[in-house]
């Protein structure tokens, strides 16, 4: 299941995140490979649990923190999940002819209950850039068949954590960013590193 909701990032937010994660993908650059204190426990091509960047300073991760946990992501969570837990954020930018794709996968496979039938998990993409064709446009699985989503810079795209998607590289010549929020119906506990784990409320 998936679902866009358009325009739903506010202005101030979008340019802020806009620059915001290009600003981590140069400073993690020079780390990947290396270890992490926190969520996966390395640093990758992406960064998971971006709100507690250990390389950044707490004001920094704060403020990135408050879109994790604003008033209006709120409201569209619980569209979904009535009682929602706080679980991963993630920056995923794209460089321009970066070797960087995802494969077909899951979002619950990674978590520490990828065969809970019950488990109810949202991945929300707030969308940084317009995707296209060409910048590694996202693709899901559902009825048989993949849909090629190309969602327009401001719009986020809701993933239940049971669906398929996939997305190939960027093969422009201007970066393809986005913010993930990962949302849970309950708390995960101490997986790996330690994942974020209380009530989201505002």
């Known amino acids: 299941m998936y679902k866009i ?5 506010p202005q101030e937010t979008l340019t802020y995140l806009q620059e915001w994660t290009l600003f981590t993908k140069e400073l993690c650059e020079s780390y990947q490979g290396k270890s992490k204190a926190n969520g996966s426990g390395i640093y990758w091509q992406g960064l ?3 709100s507690q960047l250990p390389l950044a300073t707490e ?3 704060q403020k990135l923190f408050e879109v994790y946990t604003s008033q209006w992501m709120y409201n569209l969570v619980v569209q979904f999940i009535p009682k929602p837990y706080l679980f991963n954020d993630q920056i995923v930018v ?13 979002d619950n496979q990674f978590g520490p ?11 929300f993409t707030l969308v940084l850039d317009d995707f296209t064709e060409e910048n590694g446009a996202l693709q ?3 009825n048989k068949q993949w849909h090629k989503l190309l969602p327009k810079a401001g719009d986020i795209v809701m993933i239940e954590g049971n669906t398929i998607h996939k997305s190939e590289i960027n093969k422009t010549d201007k970066p393809r960013r986005v913010y993930i929020c ?7 506990g101490n997986f790996k590193q330690g994942f974020y784990q209380t009530v989201f409320k505002v």
């Open 5 to 9: 909701f358009e325009q739903a990032i």
């Open 48 to 50: 998971d649990m971006a």
């Open 59 to 61: 004001q920094q991760n």
């Open 94 to 106: 794209k460089s321009p002819n970066e070797q960087f794709d995802f494969q077909p996968h899951r």
């Open 113 to 123: 209950l990828p065969n809970e039938p019950d488990l109810v998990t949202q991945n």
């Open 140 to 142: 899901v699985w559902e």
């Open 182 to 188: 990962h949302y849970t119906d309950r708390a995960m």
